[in-house]
């Protein structure tokens, strides 16, 4: 009827009179039949559309009975834990929602049924941890998953149908095979390989950069063919992945042309000791096809030597340990050499990143002995014990990196004598981190800092730099008793 009405408004009652469809409410035929105008009539029959619209429609009936919720085996959280997470979520407080969450699954209990729905939402956006939010949920979770399409996906895992892979978005094909590589990298690749010439550019190099995670001599195969790819981005992608396998052919080439330019000689010393010293070749000539495996001829730093930027190159992927039984000398006074040598300043960066990717400790003690890093990555190839004496070195000018290592998804406590440096640099330089890291820092703060934070707190300076520090003091006060409260 709504239909006809709009169209005798668009019209005018003059040219077209709405038509009583069949089936239509009995008050429409008598509304037609009074002896008034026939804009009268008109009103009337749209006056009473629109209170059958507002008064809705009679409910669905639905020939069949939901499934009942099974029962919980496992404990629910306490009604505080549960208005924490609730205020959390109210309030878009990221950073305690993930705490919260955190210890929740740390206790294996599982949230209040009422808060189930708004934490599966939740669960389907991307920044979280999916399968620990799902955890939390327990039973009601699983038993609403099975109800609501939308949330079909957090019960099935990585797909959201069997078909994912051949009709899924972009998005649903790149989670299952991330998934899939983590799982399985051997599956993984095959059925990447299965698709890979029918699939478009884009999609090719999204795939692609999701093999970095498991990358095994295992993958060489299938990377190689994909150096005579149409793409010029795949063909980078894919021999940037071949060179960083040990052991594949453009490994092997690489690290065999850098045992051809660098060599370890020994030299007499004031005429009676023998000195060790590391010379890179300059008179190397190489053939034009290292130049197509990612090598780069010419640095784009002004006045850094063609020969050793490419020795650099090579370098940042050779194995310290390789590389030093090639060259008969141990890893320690290979990296000494290379420190000591005139071109250290720009083999540095490449040094470094040997260091990092193969987790060689002696070398990367000697970089971060020398008290100028600036890659914190380096500290993942010491044991955690080694670590405290080197943080303090990446708080000027890489604050922010710093606090991204130190504040893990663990929330493990940091040490107290860390704990007190870090807060009295954030005192002088406050803005050094944002509101963000200061909630985390909070968490992870020990009990310990407490006086310290008061004795902060009741500072009587007035300057902004320091009244927004104390703002940020009173938040970590607030988190670390709330983590005591539900620890």
Known sequence: MN?????????????????????????????????????????????????YEEAGAKPLVIDSQLPECPPE??????????????????????VLFAFLVFRIAQRNEVIQAQLVPGILDKA??????KQKLIRICGKTGEWLCGLNPRWKVLRDGTTEDENVWDIGSIESRKGFLSALRKK?????????????????????????QLLHDGL??????????????????????????????????????????????????????????KKKKLVIAEDVTFEENIFKTGIEKVSAEKGVQDHV??????????????????????????????????????????????AIRFKCKSWALALLHRGDARDIGLLDALEESE?????????????????????????????????????DHLSKF????????????????????????KKYADDPRQDYPFRYFKNQVLEMMRLVELRKKIA
């Open 3 to 51: 239909t006809e009405i709009l169209k005798a408004a668009l019209l005018g009652t003059d040219r077209y009179i709405p038509e009583i469809p069949k089936g239509a409410p009995e008050i429409y035929t008598k509304i037609d039949a009074l002896p008034t105008s026939k804009e009268d009539r008109f009103l009337k029959m749209a006056f009473v559309s629109l209170l």
């Open 73 to 94: 085996p496992q404990a629910i959280v306490t009604s505080q834990l549960a208005a924490l997470v609730q205020s959390a979520i109210a309030d878009q407080n990221e």
């Open 124 to 129: 389907l956006e991307k920044k979280y941890d």
């Open 184 to 208: 399985d990298p051997g599956a993984a690749i095959i059925l990447l390989e299965s698709t890979f010439t029918q699939e478009n550019a884009n999609n090719r190099l999204a795939f692609l």
């Open 216 to 273: 095994s001599l295992s993958d060489e195969p299938f990377l190689q063919k994909l150096i005579t790819d149409k793409s010029q981005k795949v063909r980078e992608v894919a021999i940037g992945l071949l060179r960083q396998i040990q052991g594949s052919a453009i490994n092997r080439y690489h690290l065999e042309c850098l045992r051809r330019m660098i060599e370890v000689r020994e030299e007499r010393h004031l005429l009676v000791t």
């Open 309 to 354: 930027f490419i020795a650099g190159q090579l370098l940042s992927l050779a194995d310290p340990v390789e590389l030093s039984n090639m060259l008969n000398i141990s890893e320690q006074s290979l990296i000494t050499l290379f420190l000591d040598h005139p071109a250290a300043k720009v083999l540095l960066p490449f040094l470094t990143s040997s």
């Open 387 to 423: 670590r405290l004496p080197f943080y303090l070195q990446f708080l000027n000018g890489n604050a922010a990196n710093l606090f991204a290592y130190l504040l893990n998804d663990a929330y493990s406590l940091l040490p107290a004598r860390l704990a007190e440096q870090l807060l």
């Open 430 to 453: 406050p803005y050094h981190i944002n509101q963000g890291t200061y909630q985390r820092l909070g968490l992870q703060l020990p009990d310990s800092t407490m006086p310290i934070l």
